[in-house]
RNA sequence: GGUGGGAUAUCCAAGUGGCUAAAGGAAGCAGACUGUAAAUCUGUCGAGGUUUCUCUUCGAGCGUUCGAAUCGCUCUCCCACCA
């Protein structure tokens, strides 16, 4: 978690982090991490965790920026070097963006560096199609998905120590019926749990369609996650879905840019203000009125401002802890609702 | 007192006759951000008008030229060195 002590995170509530294998496995290295006595010792985190396989990095280096790839937008960034070297059955062969160096990242090589980062979930190693990819690419890339998550999963098993646990993940794209055959094999095979991910569409609304079709066909009681979502209406939709969990980059790295979450309700259904507006200059209020976090409960959005304007890295700090506390809360407030029976 | 260098838009700074309302930074103003190569990226950025348009601008004034931020003269102010 960028900008952001693992202590403040405990205080903001939080109740699970999720790291990057790909990161890891780069720099400093997984058997660093393991030298370090695990991630969760050597980041200072005594809760839960999970780590991603590193196939969505992998591909987003061949695609440019997978997440403009999975909302249908043009990547304006990466865009010249080409470090996805080759896909084969074996794996993913790429360049270190680090020094150049090739590595080839397989099933069994992502488990093992997982294994010794130690996250207590962890997710098979998938390729993360994208969206300007045609059905029959889709379809062949699931099927190559699938033949490395039993491979993730016979690794997984081979190395169990009763410590962790593996994630299915739920390919197909768009396609509703790609999805339901990938959700079928997910909940036939002995994961822990599943996971959505690859391309959601290029609309929210087709984000909802392909989530809520995915649930749709999970046969089990095993916990749902929603890879990389994080708008607070895109929750609320999984949620509604059947989703449990969910992971995103969005509030750290909005606050990160000056962006801090606020009620859409009392924003003209904006879901964050941008702290750099100059009309916030002599705005003495706090950031969320009645917010219990840290920053809110001691600065102003003047103060928090200036900051920013002056390029303090604490700027960067008070705004991802407010936006961690936020989305912490705002779960709650989603967990409340399901308690009561009111979505 | 002498010699040399300089004065460009909010700031720094290119530009030495027409392609210059004037490169490039910064600041300013706004936008983007969804399994993090993002403390990043994009747009805008003299004043007006809806576009091809008009007006004002490169220390000040006068001049040369079809045409000047760019050439000449005078002045003002800065900087360096020598007395």
Redo the contacts with the bound molecule.
Sequence with gaps: ???ITTAQLEAVGAEIM?S?T??LYLQPGADIVAENGGLHKMIGWNKPMLT??G???I???GHG????E??G?RS???T??K?LLKISEEGAYFKS??DGHVHCLSPEASIQAQRKIGADII?AF????PFHVDRDYTARSMDRSHRWEMRSLREFERLANGTQAIYG?I?GGIYGDLRRESAQFVSENNFFGQ?I??SLGGT?EQ?GEIVACACEHIKNVRPTHL?????MG?ILSGVKNGVDTF????????A????ALVDPEKNDGRE?I?I????F?HDTQPISDGCMCYCCRNFSRSYVHYLF?A?E?LS?QLLTIHNAHFMVNFMERVCSLIANSEI
């Design positions: 978690m960028k900008a999720l990057n790909y990161h991603d396989s196939g969505f990095q591909f987003s280096l920026c997978v997440a403009d999975i909302k937008r304006f960034a990466h010249n070097r470090l963006y680090i997710l998938d390729e993360c199609t993940i390919q996971a991910g690859g929210k984000m890879l990389g979502i994080g708008h895109d992971d995103c980059v969005h509030p750290t790295r909005l990160r840019h000056g962006g964050f941008n750099n507006n100059s009309r200059t304007k390029k890295s960067g």
